[in-house]
């Protein structure tokens, strides 16, 4: 799916001159962010089937990276509640065209209608917008296709610096390899969420807390180029302030204000919220506490966001075996939340009793300080929290 015609690749070198960031009519063609701190997005192209969209939403929860995922019409239409799960967590969301057409080789107005089709499929299962960002399928592109997605309102095309070629079946080694080999400051790693990319979950598990122990944090593309993806937001089902004030990079207080909205509980289905303005302030979890009331479209995903933990973390300290069925009124427990007084690399051969053992706590305290969901799953560098 990441196939890029030489000739469509040269005319882009001739016609921006540059491998970072050039603009072209009313679009601009965008391969890596123009920054020095070393900070990257995760990019996720979903097709028809969406085979591990569940499996790399789990990864993403557990190390509280945000992501982006360049979705495409047909396979929304195909899996709307996996589009949702995308959303409810977070995560920001581009097109990438309604059935996956090389633009190169369509008319203006097909493309038009690629994107309008694919806006309107999921805006209508997420209530979201998906301008002004946009992947070309097959990363084609020229000047007739930057002119006209510019046009119908994307002003950025965005490409990528870093290919895992996971689309190829490759395995999780090698995708790590190809990420950990080329990522530098500002990097787009293109990755996709198919069943052919069998490798992709296993390799982001092992390359996201690598690249972290290297200095490295995770953004949106949104963020990365400091656009803003949407003025306005359709309030869903499972939507709270708290999500969506993190999914638009904004805070609580600035979404309240901005909506005259007096208790932050208070949302209806289908409320239009308005997000500029909102600015783009850090946004702060709730002040630590051990036990949280579930309200009335609260989701796990948005409960576990807003504490800091994964969504597996909280399920298992609350004995909730499927994270869809929980109730309005249901106390969950907060799992940790204690003081961290000290860290402990992984060594090989080394295990969570073993550690736990040597550092005097309990082995599910030691899971819950560093929201491991499984006691079997850790690798030598690992850096882990010693819970007081």
Known sequence: MSRIVTMIFMTVLLVFGSFSTASAASSVFTMKGNTSSKTVALTFDDGSDGTNISS??????????????????????????????????????????????DFTTISSSQMRNELSRTESAVESITGQSLSPIFRAPFGAVNSRVLNTVGNAGYTHTIHWDIDTLDWKGYSSSRIYDRIMSNVQPGSIILMHTGAGASGTTKAISRAIPALKQKGYSFTTVSQLLGTTTASTHRVQAGDTLYSLARRYGTTVDALMKNNNISDARMLRIGQVLHLSGSGNGTVDPPASQTSYTIKRGDTLYSIARRYNVSVSNLASHNNISNPAYIRTGQVLKIPGTAQVSKTHTVKSGDTMYRIALNNRVTVSALAAANSISSPYIIYPGQVLNIPR
């Open 56 to 101: 790399i939403l789990n990864v993403l929860d557990r190390e509280n990276v945000t992501a982006t995922f360049f979705l495409t019409g047909s396979g929304a239409k195909k899996h709307p509640s996996s589009i949702r799960s995308i959303t409810r967590a977070g995560h920001e969301i581009a097109n990438h065209s309604y059935s996956h057409p």
